[in-house]
């Protein structure tokens, strides 16, 4: 009996996890590797982060997902190394496995633009373990200033510092302002929490610059109209215990702070550096490998990339974003490619986005949508998105949960998942480099 055609998958988040799922009656067998043995929906990673949401609302673990489909095996493990001429990949642990197409989907991970050890005092959210990382951070934050003998002191831990205001940044600085402005309002007797400062830096002269400009002044109204502070058109030069050092024009200014939350950029996973060098492909700043039309590297069509890891051209000569939606589109064509290779079709069209538009949250019936090129802000965004994120949550059990969950919120404004959990509380506690990761392996 011949043997099937060989498809491994690395990465299990939204294109790994697509293109798996459109191949569930392909005679081929599927071998879907992750270094976690679930998919994450990092676009509620923020909620996990701030205590609306507990970790296991926004997890599915990979074996239940995929249990009914026969041709599919899903396994624990990191891809460190790649052979595209013996067309092999070479796990952490030394494992190795024969392929005859590979599917790259892993992912990102943050960028502190070459100040690695920024991220000791300052998390990113790419990981479960970041999340959970933050909200020990911000949680602690207000116990410290709580117990805090001097009011310089306590200033310092009531000041939340969040650097990018891309929507991570927009999302986690709004969410912030509600834990300060409503959910803790009663919860201390020394301390105000609504006196806490909040402040969200950007380089760039607008926030959200992957948005219209209409919808970005908007989104600013809304998440100052919260009690944020915006600064825009600095660059942050130092970020340790005692805060963030910047420079606005000629001048370096600074913030005492206790807290600082990292919502910058991007960058490739070690495994996407080891496989542009293995295939000498071209790679742009951050690292993503420019594909061909039909997603694969070139010289090798045996390789498909999607998702983050893909710097993949528009017909109109645009870098497509890294969010979501272009990775499950890019999933769902590597499957539809692959079924076409086996039916002796090679001419299967170019790869083709459908932007179906982007949203971002700011907080309580408040957000900025770009849907189908119509620009909606406040609450009817602010509705579409939660439609849109329950609907692409992978599990329904999860789905119900997080209904339930942000309609309580909604009315009480209360985040059942408060907790301060992870090492013991210290000063240092929420330093991202004891309890994080490098990324989520998406």
């Given amino acids: 009996m011949a043997q099937k055609h060989r498809v491994v998958i690395l990465g299990g988040g939204f294109g790994g996890l697509a293109a798996a799922q459109k191949l569930k009656r392909a005679p081929v067998e599927v071998t879907l590797i992750d270094r976690r043995n679930f998919h994450l929906f990092q676009p509620l990673l923020y909620q996990v982060a701030t205590g609306s949401l507990s970790p296991g609302d926004i997890a599915a673990p990979l074996r239940g997902v995929l249990s009914s489909q026969k041709n599919t095996q899903v396994l624990l493990g990191e891809a460190v190394d790649v052979d595209p001429q013996a067309k092999r990949v070479i796990l952490l642990d030394g494992g190795t496995f024969e ?4 599917v790259v989907a892993t992912g990102s991970q943050s960028s502190y633009y ?46 939340f510092v969040i650097v990018g205001a891309g929507a991570t940044g927009m999302e986690l600085a709004g ?29 760039a002269s607008r926030v959200l610059t992957a ?34 050092a910047f420079k606005r024009g000629d001048s370096t ?9 990292w919502a910058g950029g991007v960058t490739t996973t070690p495994f996407g550096v080891k496989l542009a060098q293995n295939t000498k492909a071209e790679t742009d700043r951050s690292g993503r490998i420019k594909v061909n039309p039909d997603l694969t590297i070139p010289n090798f069509p045996d390789i498909f990339i999607i998702g983050d890891q893909a710097n993949s051209i528009t017909e109109k000569g645009q870098s497509l974003p890294g969010v979501a939606q272009v990775a499950m589109q890019g999933g769902a064509y590597v499957a539809k490619a692959v079924r076409s290779r086996l039916e002796g079709k090679r001419d299967l069209p170019p790869f083709h986005y459908f932007n179906k538009g982007d949203m971002a949250v700011i907080g309580r019936a408040a957000a900025v949508a770009n849907i189908f090129g119509m620009h909606i802000s406040g609450l009817p965004a602010w509705l579409i ?18 209904f339930v969950q942000w309609g309580f919120e909604y009315l009480t404004f209360s985040r059942g998942a408060r907790l301060i959990t992870g090492a013991a509380a210290t000063d240092s506690v929420g330093k991202s480099g004891a309890m994080g990761n490098m990324g989520d392996g998406r």
Avoid at 214 to 234: F, N, P, Q
Avoid at 388 to 401: D, K
């Fill in 253 to 261: 200014e600074s913030f005492a702070a206790k807290t600082v939350l």
């Fill in 385 to 402: 998105w939660l439609f849109v994120h329950l609907m692409y949550i992978v599990e329904f059990q999860s789905r119900v949960v997080v």
């Fill in 114 to 159: 070459g100040n690695n050890s920024w991220r000791e005092w300052a998390p990113s959210l790419k990981s479960v373990e970041e999340a959970t990382a933050i909200r020990h951070k911000i949680l602690y934050a207000f116990e410290r200033a709580e117990r805090a003998d001097a009011p310089e002191e306590a200033r310092a831990w009531l000041t």
């Fill in 175 to 203: 969410a912030l302002a509600e834990i300060a402005r409503e959910t803790l309002r009663h919860d201390f007797r020394k301390i105000n929490p609504q006196e806490a400062r909040i402040i969200l830096m950007e380089g």
């Fill in 99 to 102: 392929y005859d197409t590979l």
């Fill in 211 to 244: 948005y219209p400009e209409d919808l970005s002044s908007k989104a600013e109204k809304l998440v100052t109209g919260l009690g944020v502070e915006v600064h825009k058109g600095v660059m942050v030069t130092k970020i340790d215990s005692d805060g963030v």
